[in-house]
C-alpha cells in the first residue's frame, strides 16, 4: 500500500481523540475504507490525485467535508488533524446546550469567559496559565476578549504551567487581556444552530458572534438561553 497521508479525528468540545469503526469516509458516491491504526491514524493510500476532497460522518457528529491536498502536507510526517463538531443529542452528559439561528451555513462561535490566572504570553505559541487543571485545558478552543474570533487550540504542556498552542495570537494588546473559551458550530440550512457548552459556563458566556460571508465581516450578538 502506498500511503498518501493519514487523519487524526478529535472531538471539537473537548480535544479528545476519535479512533474507531463508526467513522465513514465518502469519496464522491463510494465509501472508502483507510487503515485504521492502534496509534489512533487513520492511513489512506491508492487515492491518486493531489487534491481530494471527502466527506467524514460518525454517528452523533455534524458530517464534514474535508479537502486534503497532498502536496502540502510534509512528506515526512503527512498527517493532518481534524475537529469533529457534535451534533445535537441528549446522549452526551459532559455538556448542555444553546441554540440561535444564523445565516445557513454560518460559522458560530459562543464565548465565554474563563476564571484563569493568565500570565502575558511567550513567544512560540506558548501561554502560562494557572489555576486549572491541564485535562480541562489541553485540547480545548479559546481565544482572547481583546480578539474573540481568533481562536486556537491549547495541544500541549512544555512545563507546569506552560502550555504550547496553535495559532494563538501574541501581541501584547491581545494577550494582556482575558481569556475566553470559544465553542465553535455551524448552522444548518435552516439556519438554526446547537453549540455544546461545558455545565456551568451559563452565568459566564459574554456572547455569540457568526461569520457574515457576504459581508465579509463577524457580526456579535448576545448570548442566547440554554436550549
Request: charged share 25%; with cysteine.
Amino acid at each position: 500500500m502506498t500511503v498518501d497521508f493519514a487523519l487524526l479525528l478529535y472531538d471539537e468540545f473537548n480535544g479528545a481523540p476519535i479512533n474507531d469503526e463508526s467513522v465513514l469516509f465518502k469519496l464522491e458516491d463510494r465509501i472508502i475504507t483507510p487503515l485504521r491504526k492502534s496509534e489512533g491514524f487513520y492511513v489512506f493510500g491508492g487515492l491518486g490525485n493531489d487534491e481530494v476532497e471527502f466527506t467524514i460522518s460518525r454517528p452523533r457528529y455534524q458530517p464534514i467535508c474535508e479537502r486534503i491536498i497532498k502536496s502540502g502536507l510534509d512528506p515526512g510526517f503527512p498527517v493532518k488533524r481534524v475537529r469533529l463538531r457534535r451534533a445535537y443529542s441528549g446522549t452526551f452528559s459532559d455538556c448542555e446546550w444553546i441554540a440561535g439561528d444564523a445565516p445557513p451555513g454560518s460559522e458560530v462561535l459562543a464565548l465565554a469567559r474563563e476564571e484563569l490566572k493568565l500570565q502575558a504570553a511567550e513567544t512560540n505559541n506558548k501561554l502560562t496559565i494557572l489555576g486549572k487543571a491541564a485535562g480541562l485545558l489541553i485540547g480545548r478552543r479559546f481565544s482572547f476578549e481583546a480578539a474573540p474570533t481568533e481562536t486556537f487550540i491549547i495541544t500541549g504542556m512544555a512545563a507546569p504551567g506552560v502550555y504550547t498552542t496553535e495559532n494563538a495570537p501574541n501581541t501584547p494588546e491581545i494577550t494582556q487581556s482575558a481569556l475566553l473559551r470559544a465553542y465553535i458550530a455551524k448552522s444548518g440550512a435552516d439556519g438554526r444552530y446547537d453549540i455544546p457548552v461545558e455545565h456551568g459556563h451559563k452565568d459566564a458566556l459574554t456572547g455569540t458572534a457568526y461569520y457574515d460571508r457576504g459581508e465579509s465581516k463577524w457580526v456579535f450578538a448576545s448570548a442566547p438561553a440554554l436550549s
